[in-house]
């Protein structure tokens, strides 16, 4: 039942948005999209967590290669690079990721996952494409297959790969690594969507410049002198200078940022002690912390080491025992929409699309797309753009205050999975075929 009124929704759109004559691609879209769906729900169904995405990479692997994609396995631990050269013209590189999440499914949908399996720090855990990274590669292979179809009417190089481990920030880093721009054809373009949990499905949202933001995760370990509750004039509390530190770190956004240039820092683990009386020789923080720019990026980390040492110092602390705060690494770097290129295909896709393309604010979340134009920023255009998931219905009941949305990552994230793949599906090929016009 869900299924069929989600297909009539489809059909809806298609009528409302498409232009008096006949839409070719949109009607090609339309009957490929069935068979799409089931591959959507088989994708749903088998989640593979970050670098473990083997079974995934294999079914799709071998689909582009039926297509007639010549296709290489295991760039970047589990990554699939599948090109195909059509004559003279640019390259173009299409990307989707493939990984799920460390998430028990809580959708009660038909497909819905039952996979467990051992997350990055050894626990076992369910498994769900709790971030839509299902409707990602369901609507790459549709596009590899409208393309593959229409070699006649395009020219130059596609790369179609599928990413591992966006989820850890670094599959795109290892494929790279691996000679993704070296042992095949380098892109001039590099294109990719990401399903988007705040807009109605079928809308396209596209951000030019900075899309998404630099991610930094920080600990800070700040050691103590630890002793007896009731005699605390013996003691360095870590408690009492990890809580100042915590209220200082506040100021990096409030009184040293410039308030047009957003940036956030959050301290979400803050652990010390085990009893009542006992006053710790440790505390313990975790910080993520965003931002768009290189600059600004290193203003706040410079920040949080200044702060945990300056308020160690304040509080009387040893030398050996100021903090240690640590920047993981890699982190994921902030992605950028080249604006020419952005404006250059939301030109193509707005009238096809009537209504439904609309430019949305950045976001702080992070993607680690990006580094496909930090590696060649004079030479690669770039650009992601959001395709919305939220069924209209839901939609709706949300306006009127009536349900709140789940976020991505959620355990209740369901998109409107056919609306999104046909929409996005349609929007990448007209792209790609736009970029690479004979
Ligand atoms: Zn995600
Ligand atoms: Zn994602």
Redesign the pocket.
């Known amino acids: 039942m869900r299924m069929m009124a989600i297909l009539a929704g489809v059909s809806a759109l298609a009528l409302g948005a498409v232009p008096a004559q006949a839409d070719e691609l949109r009607d090609a879209v339309a009957a490929d999209l069935p068979a799409l769906v089931e591959l959507y729900r088989d994708l749903h169904a088998n989640p593979e967590l970050s670098f473990q995405e083997v079974e995934t990479a294999r079914k799709l692997a071998a689909r582009a290669r039926a297509l007639g994609f010549t296709v290489t396995e295991g760039v970047g631990k589990t990554g699939v690079v599948a090109v195909m050269e059509n004559g003279p013209g640019p390259v173009v590189l299409l990307r989707a990721d493939m990984d799920g999440?460390p998430v028990v499914e809580q959708t009660g949908l038909p497909f819905a996952s039952k996979k467990r399996a051992l997350a990055q720090n050894g626990t076992e855990t369910g498994v769900m494409h709790?971030?839509?990274?299902d409707t990602h590669m369901t609507a790459w292979i549709g596009t590899a297959q409208l393309l593959a179809a229409r070699k006649s009417e395009w020219s130059g190089t596609l790369v179609m790969i599928l990413q591992p481990a966006?989820?850890i920030g670094q599959g795109a880093k290892a494929m790279l690594e691996d000679g993704l721009f070296t042992r095949f054809p380098k892109p001039d373009y590099v294109l990719a969507f990401h399903d988007a949990a705040q807009f109605p499905a079928g809308q396209i949202g596209y951000s030019k410049g900075f899309a998404l933001a630099n991610v930094d995760s920080v600990d800070v370990v700040v050691p103590g002198v630890g002793g007896h509750g009731a005699y605390p004039h013996t003691t360095k509390d870590p408690i009492v200078i990890a809580s100042s530190i915590v209220m200082r770190l506040q100021t990096l956004v409030s009184r040293e940022q410039n308030p047009n240039d957003p940036a956030v820092v959050t301290v979400g683990s803050f652990q010390a002690g085990a009893k009542h009386n006992i006053i710790p020789d440790e505390a313990r923080l975790q910080l993520t912390v965003r931002s768009y720019s290189d600059e600004t990026r290193k203003r706040l980390l410079d920040g949080i080491a200044r702060i945990a040492k300056g308020e160690a110092i304040a509080a009387g602390v040893p030398e050996d025992k100021l903090p240690r705060v640590t920047v993981q690494d890699p982190y994921t770097p902030a992605t950028y929409n080249t604006p020419e290129f952005t404006d250059q295909v939301m030109a193509g896709l707005k009238p096809r699309f009537e209504g439904r393309v609309f430019e949305v604010p950045a976001v702080m979340?992070g993607?680690d797309f990006g580094r496909f134009y930090r590696a060649d920023k004079a030479n690669v255009q770039s650009l992601i753009f959001w395709v919305g998931g939220v069924p209209q219905a839901e939609w709706e009941r949300a306006q009127k205050g009536e349900v709140e949305l789940p976020s991505?990552?959620s355990p209740f994230w369901a998109p409107d999975a056919p609306v999104v793949i046909a929409t996005a599906t349609e929007a990448l090929t007209a792209a790609t075929l736009k970029l690479m016009e004979k």
Do not use: D, M, Q, S
Not at 130 to 133: K, L, N, R
């Open positions: 999440l709790a971030c839509g990274h966006e989820e979340g993607e991505l990552h």
